[in-house]
């Protein structure tokens, strides 16, 4: 479990915690409890072998909303489209993944929305939804940290995954950039 105290500051609290290798708790049991006391809120990935999904339960505090990730390698983190309030209870979402190691983390901030998909918890411009869609983060309005935030970057035409894109090379591939003097 990942805890950044530092973040606190802001006026809404986020929270992210890993979730665990899908391959390793394929036997995992079942009947693991889950409450709000549990040790890293209950959380569990247990393998479905009748669905043939992974299920990933965690304890959702009332108050709170809940984007997931998932990884092959820990290095590239991809979100899922749901979005899931707590209520105080368990929460559970399934997912299809052929992979032979797979990786989840939740993040979590402390608003809620009749309509989470269409809120726009960072203030940066992009809904929830279209930030899952677009691979910026709904919970960081800067995703890139380039000072620009996402919905700006996205009016504008620059990459808000890139912090070296810009207006005259929006899509940035990384290119090398070289400046010719000039008189
Ligand atoms: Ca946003
Ligand atoms: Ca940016």
Redesign the pocket.
Known sequence: MIKNNTAMSISAKMRLFLLFVGISLISFPRVIAQSAGDPDNGQTVVYNSTTEDYDISWWGYSGRTYFIQHSLDLLTWTHLSEISTGGDSIITISMESPAANNFWRISSIDKVSSNPGAADFDGDGLSNSAEISYGTDPLKA???G?G???GV?YQLGTN?KSSISNTSDPTNSLALKVHTPTG
């Open positions: 800067d995703t890139d380039d620009v935030p996402d970057e808000p």
